[in-house]
């Protein structure tokens, strides 16, 4: 089996005129975020656990379907 790495991105995200205590966090692959590699949680232990989960299927459906996967060319 073939192991790939991507690199996440973590951020807070909240509405402009929320206050910081609304805020959630936003994980995503730059690569795959088009393709659907992004998720959300209220911490960032759980933005990153969900981001795992779509990250695991989304390259699964793309082997199951033969399309490339995208990977970061700049490492």
Known sequence: ???YLFQAVLEQDKWPD???EKAVWRAYIPELEHKGA??????????LEN?????????????EI???IP???HH
């Open 66 to 68: 033969g399309e490339d």
């Open 18 to 20: 929320e206050p910081d």
């Open 51 to 63: 981001l795992e989960n779509a990250v695991d299927l989304l390259v699964a459906h793309l082997l």
């Open 38 to 47: 992004a998720s959300w949680g209220y911490t960032e232990k759980e933005a």
């Open 71 to 73: 990977t970061d060319q």
């Open 1 to 3: 089996m073939k192991t």
